[in-house]
């Protein structure tokens, strides 16, 4: 079964700032994704990504398969995106397996 | 349609009452998966269907929890009996495949079960 580590826990900073958050996993894969949960619960999904590199408005995602390691950044960070952040991969490697969640890190952005 | 859809949006059973989800996955999705999340972001997978059939359920407490996807139904999560720890969020989601061994997940909003 995958393990996933994500670090940081938590992460506060100020608006403007360049932010990494980082995903390990245990077991090859084929795709792995990021989901942001804000405080009202709902999930949204915004990248899953096989190799290399996506981007969408200030987020970027990259992932290196060989390293089974990703990492989600936010470039000019700003208050409404404080939320949890999730990366997630599946149990067994498969893209149609269940997924396996890391904790979370929960990002403050502060004005 | 396009979006995974949830209903209730919030269930309140007494302890030792039945509770029953519902999940209808975006049209033309074969894979169907349910996941518990219960203290801030502890998620846990349950179950997951590949169209009415299970697919993997060794998430599933093997009492009390069943599920169900039935042809032109929705699906369905039942939990018999609950207990105040199966308080928590459960989230639907179902996929497609996008190329060879690649599946893209969609989340549904979740129903929020609460037992007193």
């Known amino acids: 079964k995958n393990e996933v580590e994500q670090s940081p826990q938590n992460l506060t900073a100020q608006e403007g700032e360049f932010i990494t958050i980082n995903c390990s996993y245990s077991?090859?894969?084929?795709?792995l994704h990021w989901l942001q949960q804000h405080p009202g619960g709902g999930i949204v999904s915004l990248f899953m990504l096989s190799s290399g590199k996506k981007k969408h408005g200030r987020l970027i995602a990259t992932i290196n398969i060989q390293e089974k390691h990703s990492s989600l950044h936010i470039t000019a960070s700003h208050p409404r995106d404080s939320a949890v952040y999730i990366c997630?991969?599946?149990?067994?490697?498969?893209?149609?397996?269940?997924?396996?969640f890391g904790k979370g890190t929960h990002l403050i952005i502060q004005p | 349609g396009e979006e995974v859809a949830q209903t209730p949006k919030h269930l309140v059973r007494g302890e030792g009452q039945k509770a029953k989800l519902y999940c209808a996955p975006i049209k033309g999705h074969s894979y169907v998966f349910w996941y518990q999340q219960v203290l801030k972001n502890e998620f846990k997978f349950l179950i997951s269907?590949?169209?009415?059939?299970?697919?993997?359920e060794t998430g599933m407490p093997k009492e009390r929890f069943s599920a169900k996807c039935l042809p032109n139904s929705p699906c369905s999560l039942e939990i018999q009996a609950t207990k105040l720890e199966d308080s928590a969020v459960y989230f639907c989601a179902s996929s497609r495949r996008l190329m060879a061994g690649v599946y893209e997940q969609y989340f549904g909003p979740g129903t929020r079960l609460t037992v007193t």
């Open positions: 997630a991969a599946p149990s067994g490697g498969g893209g149609a397996d269940g997924l396996t």
């Open positions: 077991v090859g894969i084929s795709a």
């Open positions: 269907f590949q169209n009415e059939n299970v697919f993997d």
